[in-house]
């Protein structure tokens, strides 16, 4: 048999953004893929140098819609390290809340992608009917459905009163039920077993050499999470890392619906040992000097360098977005799977591709 | 299985019909930015510190314009200004066929220009 | 920031004896330092620490590559390329510098450089 050359995307039903893969077939198995990118390409490192470091939190919110909350955070982290500055520890825990709480909606977005992805489109909308809980809890506390603007270099600018708390708390008591109700369909349907079951399999030994990063890493069976560096209040909070060692499409999606269940969790410790006090201290200067900052996004994790020269426009911002880190494995994992396979194969990595080109 | 069709049969829609029902604005909600003109001192400082630099200001002619369609709706000019003029409110814009600028003249009492003069 | 530094020779044998060493690559940071030369930072992950190494390149020399040791570089490297105008030497996946642009553009421009300089490779014979 002859090889064919079949064009994937950019346009696809299956990709909410953009990418291109080249897929060369083989008798309907694919022998080799070639990503290609290009398509929402926006610059966004480069406008450090118009906008002073304050706003730039505005905009490395814009890196990516979906964890705006933690892009925000990881580049506050840094210029908070440069700066000298201690986050009040209220505001640490709010900061986690937050987090934790766009991980949720985050991984219930995802799940209902990839249920879509492989044609089940019913537990498409039960996540994403869960989700809106998730979005009214973000703009009733934050402001914002997606893109919350709650990080300010030293602190956060909403606080939660405790009615707030005791609604949120509510809030997700349903939410872990819904979601739970859906575990079994995650986990032991025939249909979500028959397409992704064995489908994409990444061993340990090549997600870790090919750099994969997030659930696409742990599903490999290596525990390697960044919260694990216990930044702002992870320290107080009992947490391990979700792992399967499987390796394919499924174990993927498996780690992804527990992580949700565990970031439940984490928003009620943090509730309940959420401590008095500021949620900001006011700074003042400028930053000088350089470093690297490092936080776990819904995707995996996000590495951010940033260098100041003591005026209020950057050197250089540089970021490392999780999907940048998954593209390797992605197109290490597709020869030898059927072509109906790839599109669940793609979403399974949970690409952002806003994220990847910024 | 047939618990869950049951269910959805007697339990209530999850959508809302949307312009005929809409859900009021949560309370601290950022939605349609406006400015209360007359307490508005035209310093500047929300054109300053907007990151996505959609207010203009111009205290010649008495101006402050704003373009809601390159507004983020962070709050920025919200929170940093001075007479605490800038104001949020819960609901959000409408979508509108064609792109304008909101733009607000000050009025200067004749009283406070004979000050100015003299 | 602690970082070691290397050089363009040492920079595989490094990438070798790191990888042995159980060593992950994590990325490749480009800073532009002056009108010529750029600077070039990997960062190598291992059981959550960090390590960082340097070094100061010339703008109009290309580098070798670290791809065929670790096979996740070649993104960052053929980025880099677009936005610097470094060229990579044997790269496993080269897009030769249309990662994010325009296959049809006549490319000659560096757009993350703040003092544009033309691309090595793009730049005429002297007449």
Not at chain 2, 69 to 94: M, N, Q, R, W
Request: net charge neutral; proline share 5%.
């Amino acid at each position: 048999m002859s090889k064919t050359i079949v064009p994937f995307g950019p346009q696809h039903p299956v990709l909410p953004e953009p990418i291109h893969l080249s897929l060369t077939v083989e008798d309907e198995v694919v022998k080799e893929a070639v990503p290609a990118f290009g398509y929402v390409h926006r610059g966004l490192e480069k406008l450090a140098e118009k906008r002073d470091f304050h706003q730039m939190i505005q905009v490395v919110e814009r890196v990516c819609g979906i964890c705006s909350m933690i892009h925000a955070m990881c580049y506050c982290q840094g210029l908070e390290h440069l700066m000298k500055v201690e986050v009040p520890r209220r505001g640490q825990f709010l900061r986690v809340i937050w987090s934790e709480l766009h991980r949720i909606h985050s991984h219930l977005l995802w799940l209902g992608l990839y249920a879509d992805a492989f044609g089940f489109e019913s537990v498409f909308m039960q996540f994403w009917k869960i989700r809106e809980r998730i979005m009214d809890i973000n703009e009733a506390t934050a402001g914002n459905r997606v893109i919350v603007s709650v990080n300010q270099v030293g602190g956060v600018r909403r606080d939660l009163s405790p009615s707030k708390c005791d609604w949120i708390l509510d809030e997700l008591n349903h939410v872990e039920k819904e979601v739970k109700a859906l575990e079994s369909t995650m986990s032991n349907n025939y249909t979500v077993k028959k397409r992704t079951v064995g489908k994409g399999i990444l061993t340990r030994e090549m997600a870790y050499e090919l750099g994969a990063a997030g659930p696409t890493l742990r599903a490999s069976g290596i525990a390697q999470d960044m919260r694990q560096l216990q930044y702002e209040a992870f320290d107080e909070l009992d947490f391990e890392p979700v792992v399967e060692t499987d390796g394919d499409a499924f174990a993927r999606g498996l780690v992804r619906f527990k992580e949700t269940i565990q970031s439940i969790d984490l928003v009620r410790q943090a509730i309940a040992r959420l401590p008095q006090g500021d949620t900001f201290v006011k700074v003042k200067g400028k930053p000088e000097g350089e470093v690297v900052q490092r936080v776990e996004q819904p995707r995996g994790e996000c590495l951010y360098y940033i260098k100041a020269n003591g005026t209020k426009f950057l050197d250089r911002l540089r970021i490392r977005t999780p999907t940048f880190a998954n593209i390797p494995p992605l197109a290490a994992m597709l020869p030898g799977m059927e072509l109906a396979d790839v599109p669940v194969l793609i979403l399974s990595i949970d690409p952002c591709i806003s994220c990847t080109e910024r | 299985m047939i618990k869950n069709i049951f269910k959805n049969f007697v339990s209530k829609s999850a959508t809302r019909p949307y312009p005929i029902e809409v859900r009021p604005g949560f309370k601290n909600a950022r939605g349609e930015l406006d400015n209360k003109v007359s307490e508005c001192t035209l310093c500047g400082i929300c054109a300053k510190k907007c990151p996505s630099q959609c207010i203009t200001v111009s205290r010649k002619e008495n101006l402050w314009e704003l373009n809601p369609f390159a507004c983020v709706y962070c709050g920025i000019c919200v929170d940093a200004c001075p007479k605490s003029c800038l104001v949020h409110y819960t609901e959000h814009k409408k979508p509108a066929r064609v792109k304008t600028n909101l733009v607000l003249k000050k009025e200067i009492s004749p009283k406070l220009k004979v000050v100015a003069n003299a | 920031m602690q970082s070691l530094e290397i050089t363009k020779e040492t920079l595989r044998q490094e990438g070798e004896r790191l990888k042995a060493e159980g060593f992950r690559f994590v990325t490749i940071t480009c800073l532009e330092l002056d009108e010529t030369s750029l600077e070039l930072i990997y960062h190598f992950d291992k059981d959550l620490e960090i390590i960082h190494y340097r070094m100061q390149i010339p703008k109009d020399a290309p580098m070798p590559s670290l791809s065929p040791v670790f096979f996740a570089a070649f993104l960052v490297e053929n980025e880099i390329y677009d936005q610097f105008g470094i060229k990579f030497d044997d790269l496993v996946l080269d897009f030769g510098g249309t990662l994010y642009l325009d296959d049809d553009d006549d490319i000659t421009a560096t757009p993350f450089c703040k003092f544009g300089v033309k691309r090595a490779d793009t730049v005429p014979d002297a007449e």
